[in-house]
């Protein structure tokens, strides 16, 4: 190096970030976000009729769960340290309106009740969708001729709206008074808020929170969860009620929505192909932000795992990292169990 360029870089070498790389103590002193068991709400599919786990093939490690399970698993979660579970319910029965989601004795009621008196000290969140219970697999009632709502104006196979609020209203109250300490809707229906508030209230459970899914892409890393929730549409598919991925402004208005209706926490979903999304969210509201990483971001991760091609706990836990990062502050994950071991082991 000539005596000129030696002095040209010298300047900028006054500043060497590297000198806080240098040793682990160094690194952990400046590091910026921190997992901790108190992140994650572990998501938890509960199964009718069934008698024994079942594996769910694209989604390794997890289970559909009989109730006879339930508080074993629920158990070994509150273990942890992870205050939170997210339940899916697998019903016996579909029909047209989803009417196991409303029921006394639904597989989610069910399961809330034993939930609540085995596990007291988990808080309890029920995720509040029609989709698992229909026979069509849309997320409430859908227009067809020959029934009550029927809506000349509005194609077959369109999904009715009002109808729809008044059955989430119902389906709140039933799992409220089961024992859900937060209800999760996740339809994308507009007013979902507002009707399920209104329906809490009147029912007696002012205290139940609402944990919107504000801003729900429809996005193909879903596919795995409809496997293991029976819950693909049998025809046409989600994008006239979730969000198109191409979109930004719409989802802050969707979310600017759900404040005004009173949602108590807000959900961003899928979570590591919206980091922007949730970026934005943070940065213009102060409720409590979730984000979901979803059944396609773990299957992925497992998959190239699998071929020896990302090594498991590091995909995992950076992607969680980038999650908390880009502004959640609690993360749906069927990686919560692992990550908790992981992160205690390491
Ligand atoms: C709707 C619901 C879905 C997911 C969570 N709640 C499915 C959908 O919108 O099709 C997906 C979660 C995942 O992929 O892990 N009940």
Redesign the pocket.
């Known amino acids: 190096m000539t005596a000129t360029l030696e002095r040209e870089i010298g300047q900028h070498l006054r500043q060497r970030p590297r000198r806080l790389r240098r040793s682990p103590a160094l690194r952990k002193l400046v590091r910026e976000t921190a997992l901790r068991p108190a992140d994650f709400i572990c998501?938890l599919f509960v199964r009718d009729g069934i008698d024994a786990p079942l594996p769910i093939a694209s989604m390794p490690g997890q289970f559909q769960l009989p109730l006879a399970s339930l508080a074993a698993e629920a158990r070994a979660i509150a273990e942890l340290g992870i205050p939170a579970l997210m339940l899916?319910g697998i019903p016996a029965h579909k029909d047209g309106c989803g009417s196991d989601n409303f029921s006394e004795d639904g597989i989610i009621p069910r399961a809330l009740r034993l939930l609540k008196a085995a596990v007291p000290e988990l808080a309890l969140i029920s995720?509040m969708?029609f989709?698992?219970y229909t026979d069509h697999g849309h997320?409430g009632i859908v227009n067809s001729a020959g029934s009550p709502h029927f809506d000349a104006a509005l194609p077959p196979g369109y999904l009715l709206n009002d109808p729809t609020l008044d059955l989430l209203g119902r389906a709140s109250l039933i799992h409220a008074r089961a024992g859900a300490d937060v209800i999760a809707p996740?339809?994308m229906i507009d007013g979902m808020v507002a009707a399920i508030r209104s329906a809490l209230d009147a029912g007696g459970a002012q205290q139940t929170a609402i944990l919107s899914y504000a801003a729900?892409y429809a996005s193909a890393?879903?596919g795995?969860?409809?496997d293991a929730?029976h819950?693909a549409p049998s025809f046409g598919d989600?994008a006239q009620y979730?969000l198109d991925p191409a979109n930004t402004r719409e989802a802050l208005k969707e979310i600017a929505l759900d404040v005004e209706q009173g949602a108590d926490a807000l959900l961003i979903?899928p979570a590591l192909p919206c980091l922007d999304i949730l970026q934005a969210a943070r940065a213009r509201y102060d409720l409590p932000l979730a984000a979901?990483q979803?059944?396609?971001e773990y299957a992925m991760i497992h998959a190239a795992a699998r071929q020896g091609w990302l090594d498991l706990p590091g995909a995992a836990l950076e992607s969680l990292t980038a999650i908390k990062r880009a502004g959640a502050d609690m993360m749906v994950s069927y990686f919560a169990k692992d990550a908790v071991r992981w992160l205690a082991a390491g």
């Open positions: 998501p899916f995720d969708c989709c698992e997320c996740s339809g729900k890393f879903y795995p969860f409809r929730a819950s989600r979730q979903k979901y979803v059944s396609g």
